[in-house]
Each structure stands twice: as structure tokens, then as C-alpha cells.
């Protein structure tokens, strides 16, 4: 009972809690941050999808929202810089405790958003190795010259145009997680010549679109699945 009511109460308050996934000591750390709905236990598959493919570093998946407040979740500015700081914390922690470890993120639909957001904010002398948008609901013009600044690797965005509903009709009425009000780049790619506006960083941007001849995967409902994530995410 009393794990039960601690849920409930740390999931109503919208506390940012690591649900880590430990593996094998010094093969780095992937931290996975689920959708609008803010909850660890969504993104469980991919922890499955990562291990599946080998992957052997720590695994940390994080509370970032409230269910009940999507509308919170995506459009309160001082709630996402809030969670984006305390994601930039616990990387910096992890990186000040395990230097020279791969740091990497997955970011799904608005939290694809809150992930860029929080890499922004690192301090300058930490970086991540790569950091990848599935169907993420920032706007195709958002700048990420400052993202691209601490990553060592790529940024990957995977986007499809079949994701019309949530990423197209939802962000234009409700806004992305920067406050445009237009379908996202999870859904129609960022626009490179301003979201890259540096020539010389756009090789760091990586877009992995969804073809029509894919027909099990495209829409908003598969990002989380297994199979999705070993096709299209990790690699």
C-alpha cells in the first residue's frame, strides 16, 4: 500500500525521478525521456529494444509530468525549464561521478522538447555523445545551434509524416514545447537552413524519415514499441 500511495503522489506532483536500469560499469549511460504524459513506465520497451541490441551502459528512464496536466506539460515555460534543469543536474552529476562515460538521450514527442532543452543547459565543459528525437514536438524552425554545441556525435531526428494527428493538428492548435503553433519536426523534419543555420555543424544533424512502404509504423502510438525503436532509434 505504501508503494502504491508513494505513486500516486510523486505522479500528481510531476516529480522528475530516475527509474534506473543498471548495466555494466564503464560502458557509459542513455537516459530516455517519455512523451507528454511525462511517465517512466511508458517507455519500458525501449529499455528492452536497447538491451536487445546490445546495449550494455546504464539505462535511466525518467518522471517528468503529470498525466492529468498534459496541457501543463507542454505548455508552461517555467515547468519545462524547471524539468529540463533538473535533467541537465542529474547528466552533469553522472558526468562530474563517471568522466570519459558516453552520455546519451532519447527523447520521445515532448520529451524529445524537454531533452533538447536540458542538453542546452549542460555546462559547457560536458557533453553528450548523441542525442536522438523520435516524433519529437519542437517546431521545424527551433534553433539547435546551442544543442548541437554540446553534443559530440548527432543529433538524430526521426520524424514521419503519418504522425498528422498529434504532430500536426495537435501542435498546431495546443503549440509545441517551444510555443510555435505549427505541425513539428517529428512530424515534417526541422528545416535545416534555420534550425542549422551554421553550414559547418548541419552534418550533425541527422533525419531518419518514415517511407509509405513502412505501413506497420508512422503514427504516434507505435514510438514506444519495440520492434520501432530497434528498427529506427538505436543503431
Known amino acids: 500500500m505504501f508503494n502504491i500511495c508513494t505513486t500516486i503522489i510523486m505522479t500528481a506532483s510531476g516529480c522528475t525521478t530516475n527509474h ?16 507528454i504524459e511525462g ?37 508552461n515555460k517555467d515547468y519545462k525549464v524547471l524539468k529540463a534543469n533538473e535533467l541537465a543536474q542529474d547528466i552533469t552529476n553522472y558526468a562530474r561521478q563517471h568522466p570519459h562515460q558516453p552520455i546519451d538521450l532519447i527523447g520521445y514527442s515532448a520529451g524529445g522538447g524537454l531533452a533538447t532543452m536540458a542538453v542546452e543547459l549542460l555546462p559547457e565543459d560536458i ?3 548523441n542525442l536522438t528525437l523520435v516524433h519529437s514536438a519542437l517546431s521545424p524552425d527551433y534553433d539547435l545551434t546551442l544543442a548541437l554545441s554540446k553534443v ?34 517529428g512530424m515534417v523534419g526541422f528545416n535545416i537552413g534555420k534550425a542549422v543555420p551554421n553550414i ?28 520501432f525503436n530497434k528498427q529506427y532509434v538505436i543503431n
Not at 551502459?57 to 517528468?64: A, E
Not at 548527432?154 to 503519418?162: D, E, F, G
Not at 498529434?166 to 492548435?173: S, V
Not at 509504423?217 to 520492434?227: F, M, P, R, S
Open 20 to 35: 534506473p536500469d543498471l548495466g555494466a560499469i564503464g560502458h557509459g549511460a542513455t537516459w530516455i525521456v517519455p512523451g
Open 39 to 75: 511517465q517512466a513506465t511508458m517507455v519500458q520497451p525501449v529499455v528492452e529494444a536497447l538491451r536487445d541490441s546490445g546495449y550494455k551502459g546504464d539505462i535511466y528512464r525518467i518522471n517528468w509530468g503529470n498525466p492529468l496536466l498534459p496541457f501543463r506539460n507542454l505548455c
Open 127 to 129: 557533453k553528450v555523445n
Open 152 to 185: 559530440s556525435g548527432k543529433i538524430k531526428n526521426v520524424h514521419s509524416k503519418a504522425d498528422w494527428v498529434i504532430l500536426g493538428i495537435g501542435t498546431t492548435i495546443f503549440g509545441t514545447m517551444d510555443n510555435s503553433h505549427c505541425s513539428s519536426a
Open 200 to 227: 559547418s555543424q548541419r552534418h550533425k544533424l541527422q533525419q531518419v524519415s518514415w517511407q509509405l512502404d513502412q505501413k506497420r509504423w508512422g503514427g504516434h502510438i507505435t514510438i514506444y514499441a519495440h520492434n
